[in-house]
């Protein structure tokens, strides 16, 4: 009976899990790039650029998540700004996760030996420099495993979406059970298929772990 | 007269509330070796730091090869590329194998192109006698090594002067003499060197000049033999008598 059921509601859910892996990519890339922004700004030295970064880093991080889809998705459009779901759930999840990721990027580079930097400085080289050829590839290593974990993270929060109507893996699931009353299969393979995507993802944070304590 | 390659021009230094540099006056000539020696906490190391702007200062003037330094200037590059630094903890970079250490400054800062940079690069290990540890990592060496490393990528700058903060400090005693003969070897080339430095021997036999600070000010200034033997001033006399006679 399960596995019948399963084999129907199968390639339902995979159409779920596409979207699901989409958002969580494409979030996982923008909270990345503005996460470093963030970073950098709050360990540049230029006061009115680090108390910018802290600001927005404390409102992201002081609002739920699922609101800030909300002012997104429903807000913004009254302001002349539309986003598909899509668009949005991924802008959304972006941002909030920026503030987390700023904060392990800043850990990272703040846990880096000052003499490094005064070293790099002896040799001439400008801030930017600095930062990419000495402070960022040192930062990496340690910035690693938490990082791992942020992305998991960020897999089961793409669930969020569904709030804003992306038919991701748990809307997909949620609309399968409505329809049918299986909760049970439904939400069995639904529960499957995450863990399914985040135990690579889980052994993946172990070893780069188990790596960073070796060196 | 030429112009001295750093010059020291009544520099004061506070950090906070502590005045830690109180009107230093000193000038080293090119191809000249100036040990300064004094008690720990005598402002040594931020005379260092203060001429390749490591440091800011907040009084007089510290001009190297002529040029002004200033921190918040453009010119502060170039000043950096003219003096070299080595420091007590070598800071050398970790993610980086040794030759790679030495040609990061003239690759990277001088734009000078890698073919020629990777020569001068093993030239210089070879010089330092590493010669068989270009590719080894910072954590695979000795303490020893990897100052020796730092000098090569001192050097690799071409500077006019190079810098030294307490090169041997960090050191097991046996390691020592191996990173002191390196530094004899450059001072007897003719580079000019300033180095803050605990070892008398060395600055008795290498230095052309002794500065002795205490408290923030020059105490004594000479020629190292005769500072270091016939000391002048009472707490230099004190100084050397502790460091000399530890017990």
Same mark, same amino acid.
């Given at each position: 009976?399960?596995? %019948?059921?399963?084999?129907?509601?199968?390639?339902?859910?995979?159409?779920?899990?596409?979207?699901?892996?989409?958002?969580?990519?494409?979030?996982?890339?923008?909270?990345?790039?503005?996460?470093? *922004?963030?970073?950098?700004? +709050?360990?540049?030295?230029?006061?009115?650029?680090?108390?910018?970064?802290?600001?927005? *880093?404390?409102?992201? +991080?002081?609002?739920?998540?699922?609101?800030?889809?909300?002012?997104?998705?429903? *807000? $913004?459009?009254?302001?002349?700004?539309?986003?598909?779901?899509?668009?949005?759930?991924?802008?959304?999840?972006?941002?909030? !996760?920026?503030?987390?990721?700023?904060?392990?990027?800043?850990?990272?580079?703040?846990? =880096?030996?000052?003499?490094? =930097?005064?070293?790099?400085?002896?040799?001439?080289?400008?801030?930017?420099?600095?930062?990419?050829?000495?402070?960022?590839?040192?930062?990496?290593? =340690?910035?690693?495993?938490? !990082?791992?974990?942020?992305?998991?993270?960020?897999?089961?929060?793409?669930?969020?979406?569904?709030?804003? /109507?992306?038919?991701?893996?748990?809307?997909?699931?949620?609309? $399968?059970?409505?329809? /049918?009353? %299986?909760?049970?299969?439904?939400?069995?393979?639904?529960?499957?298929? !995450?863990?399914?995507?985040?135990?690579? $993802?889980?052994?993946? *944070?172990?070893? $780069?772990?188990? +790596?960073?304590?070796?060196? | 007269?030429?112009?001295?390659?750093?010059?020291?021009?009544?520099?004061?230094?506070?950090?906070?509330?502590?005045?830690?540099?109180?009107?230093?006056?000193?000038?080293?000539?090119?191809?000249?070796?100036?040990?300064?020696?004094?008690? &720990?906490?005598?402002?040594?190391?931020?005379?260092?730091?203060?001429?390749?702007?490591?440091?800011?200062? #907040?009084?007089?003037?510290? @001009?190297?090869?002529?040029?002004?330094? #200033?921190?918040?200037?453009? &010119?502060?590059?170039?000043?950096?590329?003219?003096? &070299?630094?080595?420091?007590?903890?070598?800071?050398?970079?970790?993610?980086?194998?040794?030759?790679?250490?030495?040609?990061?400054?003239?690759?990277?800062?001088?734009?000078?192109?890698?073919?020629?940079?990777?020569?001068?690069?093993?030239?210089?290990?070879?010089?330092?006698?590493?010669?068989?540890?270009?590719?080894? @990592?910072?954590?695979?060496?000795?303490?020893?090594?990897?100052?020796?490393?730092?000098?090569?990528?001192?050097?690799?700058?071409?500077?006019?002067?190079?810098?030294?903060?307490?090169?041997?400090?960090?050191?097991?005693?046996?390691?020592?003499?191996?990173?002191?003969?390196?530094?004899?070897?450059?001072?007897?080339?003719?580079?000019?060197?300033?180095?803050?430095?605990?070892?008398?021997?060395?600055?008795?036999?290498?230095?052309?000049?002794?500065?002795?600070?205490?408290?923030?000010?020059?105490?004594?200034?000479?020629?190292?033999?005769?500072?270091?033997?016939?000391?002048?001033?009472? @707490?230099?006399? #004190?100084?050397?008598?502790?460091?000399?006679?530890?017990?």
């Amino acid at each position: 009976m399960f596995w %019948k059921d399963a084999a129907l509601f199968f390639p339902i859910l995979l159409e779920g899990l596409r979207l699901t892996v989409i958002v969580t990519l494409a979030s996982l890339l923008l909270s990345t790039a503005l996460g470093l *922004v963030w970073a950098l700004m +709050r360990v540049s030295g230029i006061k009115a650029l680090a108390f910018f970064a802290q600001c927005a *880093v404390n409102v992201i +991080r002081g609002i739920p998540i699922i609101v800030q889809l909300f002012y997104i998705y429903f *807000v $913004l459009p009254e302001l002349g700004i539309t986003f598909t779901a899509m668009q949005a759930a991924i802008i959304g999840l972006g941002i909030a !996760y920026s503030a987390y990721q700023s904060e392990n990027f800043r850990a990272g580079i703040e846990a =880096i030996d000052h003499g490094q =930097i005064e070293a790099a400085q002896s040799l001439g080289m400008g801030w930017a420099m600095m930062m990419r050829r000495v402070i960022v590839p040192q930062a990496v290593k =340690i910035v690693l495993p938490p !990082y791992g974990n942020t992305m998991i993270m960020m897999l089961k929060d793409s669930s969020q979406a569904s709030t804003i /109507t992306v038919a991701e893996l748990a809307m997909k699931g949620q609309m $399968l059970a409505s329809s /049918t009353f %299986k909760n049970s299969t439904v939400f069995t393979l639904v529960a499957l298929l !995450y863990l399914v995507m985040s135990v690579p $993802l889980i052994l993946f *944070v172990g070893w $780069l772990e188990r +790596r960073s304590k070796k060196s | 007269m030429t112009t001295p390659v750093i010059e020291l021009i009544d520099v004061h230094k506070h950090f906070g509330s502590n005045h830690v540099l109180r009107g230093i006056n000193a000038t080293i000539a090119k191809g000249e070796v100036v040990c300064i020696i004094g008690p &720990s906490g005598s402002g040594k190391s931020t005379i260092l730091r203060c001429v390749n702007g490591l440091e800011a200062y #907040d009084g007089g003037e510290v @001009r190297v090869d002529g040029i002004r330094v #200033d921190r918040s200037a453009p &010119s502060i590059t170039s000043i950096r590329t003219h003096v &070299s630094m080595v420091f007590q903890r070598f800071n050398l970079f970790p993610h980086r194998t040794a030759l790679e250490n030495v040609i990061e400054g003239p690759v990277f800062v001088k734009r000078e192109p890698r073919e020629s940079a990777l020569v001068r690069g093993r030239e210089l290990l070879a010089r330092v006698g590493l010669a068989d540890k270009e590719d080894a @990592r910072p954590a695979q060496l000795s303490g020893g090594q990897m100052q020796r490393v730092a000098i090569a990528r001192a050097l690799a700058m071409q500077p006019n002067a190079i810098l030294f903060d307490e090169p041997t400090s960090a050191l097991d005693p046996e390691l020592v003499g191996e990173v002191l003969a390196v530094m004899r070897t450059l001072a007897e080339e003719g580079m000019t060197m300033a180095v803050v430095t605990h070892e008398m021997g060395f600055a008795r036999e290498v230095a052309d000049r002794v500065l002795f600070i205490d408290g923030g000010v020059i105490v004594e200034a000479g020629p190292a033999k005769q500072l270091l033997t016939e000391p002048q001033h009472p @707490r230099t006399q #004190d100084f050397l008598r502790r460091v000399l006679r530890p017990i």
